[in-house]
């Protein structure tokens, strides 16, 4: 059985960090892309980063370059968020996704909450 669990959301004040993570299992991770998006109320789904399955490549959405990282663990089946400087428009809740890169499936977790607030 295909999960994905996100973990590691919560509050937060403007300018704080949080680091969000992703565990994988029942698929082959290493074949996969894995990314982050976000959902703010009220609006669509939108992608924050992307890793390929062996972890050279990343890519940010402009919003968040500089101040979040993606990384992950192949040995440990599981993809992490770094988040730094934290802004208000960062509150959403996150999704985590994995991608096949020999096909068309694909994943998604059920999401975490991110809340940035003084």
């Known amino acids: 059985q295909v999960q994905l669990v996100e973990s590691g959301g919560g509050l937060v004040q403007p300018g704080g960090s949080l680091r969000l993570f992703c565990a994988a299992s029942?698929?082959?991770?290493?074949?996969?892309?894995m990314s982050w998006h976000r959902q703010a109320p009220g609006k669509g789904r939108e992608l924050v980063a992307v890793?390929?399955?062996?972890?050279?490549?990343?890519n940010y959405a402009d919003s968040v370059k500089g101040r979040f990282t993606i990384s992950r663990d192949n040995a440990k089946n599981t993809v992490y968020l770094q988040m730094n400087s934290l802004k208000p428009e960062d509150t959403a809740v996150y999704y985590c996704r994995a991608a096949s890169e020999t096909s068309y499936i694909g994943y998604w977790g059920q999401g975490t909450q991110v809340t940035v607030s003084s």
């Open positions: 029942g698929f082959r991770f290493s074949n996969y892309a």
């Open positions: 890793i390929t399955s062996a972890g050279g490549t990343t």
